[in-house]
């Protein structure tokens, strides 16, 4: 998993760890179930199970791979609509490319962030470049939505392309665990990620037998995604493993150790720490959109079929550029 790491994780910024402050308890763990997305790459369902307001503000997170692709395997998304909220991608393994039909797009790979603010409509398509499906390889990362409040459900799309080298890399306070802030702030430091919505979004990669104790705003929600590794969180040292997600209550720190023997691929564990201000609206959700009332949901899709969200952009010669819904993502 390299994503982006330092060779003396010493030399880096520390956290300062908490004093006495309120330690978050785990409220519930899960596990991700598997299926598949766009023409049939494979995930696991990152917030299965868990209810939205305890999500506030994200709505969806899938965890693309870990897989190693054959020769001509690596697949992607057609071009599909979006509206109501952010897209956020990063990439740990291999290579993705993206274009939407507002102008942005690129390539990203290990520890690059493309984040997509669909606002008020976009349309777009995620694939592997042509030289990974003619090589195979290691594909990793994951997408979350964040969700946009009402009065910016409608806001102009932006994109955002953030290299592996903006992420502010930080320091537990005993040099036990790397920290990578995308976006947000954690202990002052902050990422490079721009986002309507107040959010913090950090991977750790924890070394084995390492526990890190970190602050964390009292009005954000906290989640913790294991992507790779075994450990436990909170203060009861609640067992975790990879492709389980740890929902977190009320208080103003948060706690993760890291099993002294890693069975998995990898030697650490890794989780994704994410949290925001929760906007506590009505969320009215179907494939692409992301909306407060059904009748938005419904105005959305008369949209996107009368061309109102955008066009696709003139294909290469010899490229076949297919239109349609995104296939999957049924929220609610």
């Given at each position: 998993m390299p994503a982006v790491t330092v060779e003396n994780i010493l030399v880096l910024p520390r956290v300062t760890e908490p004093g006495p402050a309120a330690e978050r308890p785990?409220?519930?763990?899960?596990?991700?179930?598997?299926?598949y997305e766009g023409e049939g790459f494979p995930v696991r369902r990152a917030f299965a199970g868990v209810d939205l307001s305890q999500l506030d503000p994200f709505v969806h997170m899938d965890q693309m791979g870990e897989v190693d692709y054959a020769p001509g395997e690596p697949k992607g998304t057609p071009w599909?609509?979006?509206?109501?909220?952010?897209?956020?991608?990063?990439?740990?393994?291999?290579?993705?490319?993206?274009?939407?039909?507002?102008?942005?797009?690129?390539?990203?790979?290990?520890?690059?962030?493309?984040?997509?603010?669909?606002?008020?409509?976009i349309l777009h398509i995620e694939e592997p470049p042509e030289e990974l499906v003619a090589s195979g390889g290691l594909f990793h990362g994951f997408q979350l939505w964040v969700n946009l409040p009402a009065r910016l459900k409608m806001t102009q799309p932006r994109y955002q392309d953030i290299r592996a080298g903006q992420v502010a890399l930080l320091s537990s306070?005993?040099?036990?665990?790397?920290l990578r802030v995308i976006a947000g702030e954690l202990d002052g430091h902050a990422g490079?990620?721009?986002?309507?919505?107040?959010?913090?979004?950090?991977?750790?990669?924890?070394?084995?037998?390492?526990?890190?104790?970190?602050?964390?705003?009292?009005?954000f929600s906290a989640l913790g995604y294991v992507l790779a590794g075994a450990g436990s969180v909170g203060a009861a040292h609640q067992p975790v493993r990879t492709g389980q997600l740890a929902v977190f209550g009320p208080g103003e720190a948060i706690t993760i150790a890291a099993d002294r023997r890693q069975d998995g691929p990898g030697p650490s564990l890794d989780i994704l720490l994410l949290g925001g201000q929760?906007?506590?609206?009505?969320?009215?959700?179907?494939?692409?959109?992301?909306?407060?009332?059904?009748?938005?949901?419904?105005?959305?899709?008369?949209?996107?079929?009368?061309?109102?969200?955008?066009?696709?952009?003139?294909k290469p010669a010899g490229e076949t550029l297919p239109a349609g819904p995104h296939p999957g993502h049924d929220v609610l």
């Open positions: 785990v409220l519930k763990v899960t596990t991700a179930p598997s299926g599909h609509p979006h509206r109501g909220f952010e897209t956020v991608t990063y990439m740990i393994d291999g290579v993705f490319r993206h274009q939407d039909s507002n102008g942005g797009g690129g390539l990203i790979t290990n520890g690059d962030t493309q984040w997509m603010t669909a606002g008020g409509g306070a005993d040099g036990g665990a790397l490079p990620g721009v986002t309507h919505t107040p959010i913090t979004l950090v991977h750790a990669t924890v070394s084995p037998g390492a526990q890190v104790r970190l602050p964390w705003r009292r009005d929760p906007i506590r609206e009505p969320v009215a959700a179907y494939g692409p959109f992301v909306m407060n009332t059904r009748a938005e949901l419904v105005q959305a899709f008369e949209d996107f079929q009368a061309g109102r969200l955008g066009t696709i952009p003139a």
